[in-house]
T-cell receptor, first 115, second 114 residues
Framework: SAVISQKPSRDICQRGTSLTIQCQVD?????MFWYRQQPGQSLTLIAT?????????ESGFVIDKFPISRPNLTFSTLTVSNMSPEDSSIYLCSVTTVGDNYEQYFGPGTRLTVT | DQQVKQNSPSLSVQEGRISILNCDYTNSMFDYFLWYKKYPAEGPTFLIS?????DKNEDGRFTVFLNKSAKHLSLHIVPSQPGDSAVYFC?????????????FGRGTQLTVWP
């Protein structure tokens, strides 16, 4: 498994501003992902953070709105840009560890409220 | 289009009894299935998984059953304890084509009462 930390744990932001969320892992991992969980909804994959290259975004998510960086094997950031109240969600970083089982391990999440 | 479905948003069980959480999926290419538990203000915690080559996997009080023909899996918790009260998410993956990509259900809130 892996120990994952996220910063900030929560924030309240004004409409039109941007917030950058950090994800730090205690070991080198193969894959890093960013998810969103809106109230009462499932976990939705935003993108796969690729080390040293552009992230791979899922349908409905674009780089201009959710720019992602992954400068090394243990760290990634997700920025939520030009926020609106609809962006109020829990944002979760997850990783897969080396091996065949493809279990994903999640960080504690960042609870974002946009007013 | 929800490829993984948990049709029961909530389940209430008495302590000591069995909890059965159900999950259905539509994509026949899924070959790996996972259950996660989530407490409020925490990230999901991996609980147990099963490969499509098996029909049962057991880990202590937790057992996952897979019925491929019905595209159905279930998580059994025996005996249930109040500390098991949490939201349980079912997830599925097609390991061959989408490395690491998990598809989640909407979750079932389990409440275990004394």
């Amino acid at each position: 498994s892996a120990v994952i930390s996220q910063k900030p744990s929560r924030d309240i932001c004004q409409r039109g501003t941007s917030l950058t969320i950090q994800c730090q892992v205690d070991s080198q991992v193969t894959m890093m992902f960013w998810y969103r969980q809106q109230p009462g909804q499932s976990l939705t994959l935003i993108a796969t953070a690729n080390q040293g290259s552009e992230a791979t975004y899922e349908s409905g998510f674009v780089i201009d709105k959710f720019p992602i960086s992954r400068p090394n094997l243990t760290f990634s950031t997700l920025t939520v840009s030009n926020m609106s109240p609809e962006d109020s969600s829990i944002y979760l970083c997850s990783v897969t560890t080396v091996g065949d089982n493809y279990e994903q391990y999640f960080g504690p999440g960042t609870r974002l409220t946009v007013t | 289009d929800q490829q993984v479905k948990q049709n029961s948003p909530s389940l209430s069980v008495q302590e000591g009894r069995i909890s059965i959480l159900n999950c259905d999926y539509t994509n026949s290419m899924f070959d790996y299935f996972l259950w996660y538990k989530k407490y409020p203000a925490e990230g999901p915690t991996f609980l147990i998984s099963i490969s499509s080559i098996k029909d049962k996997n057991e880990d202590g009080r937790f057992t996952v059953f897979l019925n491929k023909s019905a595209k159905h899996l279930s998580l059994h918790i025996v005996p249930s304890q109040p500390g098991d009260s949490a939201v349980y998410f079912c997830a599925a993956s097609d390991r061959g084509s989408t490395l690491g990509r998990l598809y989640f259900g909407r979750g079932t809130q389990l409440t275990v009462w004394p």
